[in-house]
């Protein structure tokens, strides 16, 4: 629940007041019903939650037309929704927790925090990720020392040891995005938090590795 918290609230955020439809849209066009098992379902019940526990405010918008895709209900589709300043609030600390936590078996809470990390500092963005590199440091030398004393366990198959390898080839991966990562925002990729304009043009194909 707590990633799908973060998408609603953030996608609400960009474009509030926001009927739940255009949340659910915009979201569904960054694809994350695969990365983040978000359905139009979740979408639409994260929204009565939030409202609930006072995240998110709701205004009727007199004489729209309800939405065909909007759960039944005689106000579907005319509701519109904005972040209170609790909504705010859990809507930050949400980014945090998604860029300066590792989260090594829930790749959906980087793709989130990625998604809004123009909501903090360019500056605290790149320490968030400084400091991730240092977590995937630590715990690729953990499981490293893992792998050796299950390939040493004669009461376990054998192939169980690949469950490591394989985890030990992502942190490698992720460590190298997270350097070239750093150098792009340093080098003034993107927009973030305070600042009048894009600095440089987003990321294209000249910023993509080469083929081996």
Not at 27 to 40: G, I, V
Not at 123 to 131: G, I, M, R, T, Y
Not at 171 to 179: I, K, Q
Request: net charge negative.
């Amino acid at each position: 629940m707590s990633v799908t918290r973060l998408l609603v609230l953030g996608a609400v955020r960009i474009f509030q007041p926001a009927h739940g439809y255009l949340v659910r849209r915009e979201l569904l066009s960054w694809q994350a019903d695969q990365w983040a098992h978000l359905n139009p379902g979740s979408v639409y019940n994260a929204l009565r939650t939030l409202s609930r526990d006072g995240l998110l405010a709701t205004d009727d918008e007199p004489g729209a037309p309800p939405s065909p895709t909007a759960p039944p209900g005689p106000a579907a589709g005319k509701v519109r929704y904005r972040l209170t300043g609790d909504g705010e609030t859990e809507f930050q600390r949400l980014v945090r927790l998604a860029l300066w936590e590792l989260h090594p078996y829930e790749p959906d809470w980087l793709l989130a925090g990625m998604s809004f990390w123009w909501a903090l500092s360019r500056q605290e963005v790149l320490d968030a990720l400084s400091a991730r590199r240092t977590q995937l440091e630590g715990r690729q030398v953990a499981t490293e020392y893992a792998a050796k004393a299950v390939g040493q366990s004669p009461f376990k198959p054998e192939s169980v040891v690949e469950h490591f390898l394989l985890h030990i080839e992502q942190l490698r991966g992720e460590l190298a995005w997270v350097d070239a990562t750093r150098e792009r925002i340093a080098a003034g990729a993107y927009w973030f938090d305070g600042e009048p304009d894009l600095q440089v043009p987003p990321p294209g194909d000249s910023w993509l590795p080469s083929r081996p």
